[in-house]
C-alpha cells in the first residue's frame, strides 16, 4: 500500500513539475511512466487476490464451475434463502478484505492526513470489487457460450449469492451492474413476461416466437431510447440494455 501511494504521489509531483512557468515535458513523460507503473502494482495486487486468494485457497473456482449447473436447473423451488455452501470461505474473505481497505481509508482520514495517503485502499478496493463483478458478469451474461438458457429457481440463487458476497455499500459502477443482471435474472414471472412483451412490441416481434437482437433497438435511437426508460422505470438503474436483451433471451418459464 505504501509503495502503491509513494508512486502515486511521485507520478502527481511530476506531472505538476514547472520549470519557468513552462511544463518540463521529460519530468512529464516519467510521470507518465510512474503513473503506469502505479496501475500496475495495483492490478498486480488484484490479481494475486483473486487469482490466488479468492479463486485456490477460497475455492471461489468451484462455484465458478458449478454455475452453470445451477442456473439452467430449478434448485431453489424449495425457498431456500441461504448462501450456497461452497462459497462460506469466499464470503469471509472478501469481507476481510472489504473491512481492511475501510478501515485503512478511515484511519488514515481520522490521522488528518491527505487524501492521498488513502489512494491505495481506496483505488484496490474499488478494483479488486470491479474485477470480480467482471468474472460474474460473464457468467450471467453468457460471454462463453456455457449457459443458454436460466430457470427462475437458478436466477434466484445466483442472485441470493451475489447479494450476500457484496453486501456492502459505494460499491463501484460495474459491481451495481451486476446486481441490477442478478436481480432482474431472479424476477418473478409475471413481472419477467410482462416486461419481455414491452420490450418485444418496441421492435413488434412475438415475445414467444422469436430471440430479441441488439440491431433491431439499434437501428433506430428512439426506438432504443424508450428500451432503456423501460428498464430504468422497472428500477433496473445500472444494467446495460445489451444486458436485458440477454436474459430476455435465455431465461425459461
Same mark, same amino acid.
Given at each position: 500500500i505504501e509503495l502503491i501511494n509513494g508512486t502515486h504521489v511521485v507520478a502527481i509531483k511530476l506531472k505538476e513539475s514547472n520549470i519557468q512557468g513552462h511544463l518540463n515535458q521529460d519530468l512529464s513523460r516519467v510521470g507518465d511512466s510512474m503513473y503506469r507503473l502505479r496501475d500496475a502494482l495495483v492490478d498486480e495486487?488484484?490479481?494475486?487476490?483473486?487469482?490466488?486468494?479468492?479463486?485456490e485457497q477460497a475455492k471461489f473456482?468451484?462455484?465458478v464451475m458449478r454455475c452453470s449447473y445451477m442456473l439452467s436447473v430449478d434448485i431453489n423451488e424449495d425457498g431456500d434463502k441461504s448462501i450456497s455452501s461452497?462459497?462460506?470461505?469466499?464470503v469471509e474473505v472478501i469481507s476481510t478484505i472489504m473491512r481492511v481497505c475501510t478501515e485503512l481509508v478511515t484511519n488514515l482520514k481520522k490521522e488528518g492526513l491527505s487524501l492521498m495517503s488513502s489512494f491505495a485502499p481506496s483505488v484496490i478496493r474499488n478494483s479488486f470489487l470491479e474485477r470480480m463483478a467482471n468474472e460474474l458478469l460473464e457468467i450471467a451474461l453468457d460471454t462463453n457460450g456455457m449457459i443458454p438458457n436460466i430457470t427462475l429457481g437458478g436466477g434466484i440463487k445466483f442472485n441470493q449469492d451475489v447479494s450476500e458476497i457484496f453486501d456492502e455499500r459505494n460499491l463501484p459502477p460495474l459491481m451495481m451492474r451486476l446486481l441490477d443482471v442478478t436481480k432482474f435474472m431472479s424476477t418473478e414471472s409475471k413481472t419477467f413476461h410482462e416486461i419481455k412483451i414491452a420490450i418485444s412490441s418496441l421492435v413488434n416481434l412475438d415475445p414467444c %416466437? #422469436?430471440?430479441?437482437?441488439?440491431?433491431?433497438?439499434?437501428?433506430d435511437g428512439t426506438i432504443?431510447?424508450?428500451?432503456?426508460?423501460?428498464?430504468? %422505470? #422497472?428500477?433496473f438503474n445500472w444494467m446495460y440494455l445489451e444486458d436485458m436483451i440477454s436474459i430476455l433471451n435465455r431465461r425459461k418459464e
Open positions: 495486487c488484484c490479481t494475486i487476490l483473486i487469482n490466488n486468494v479468492i479463486m473456482a468451484l462455484y461452497d462459497l462460506h470461505d469466499t %416466437a #422469436k430471440s430479441l437482437h441488439i440491431d433491431s433497438f439499434e437501428q432504443r431510447d424508450e428500451a432503456i426508460l423501460m428498464m430504468r %422505470a #422497472k428500477g
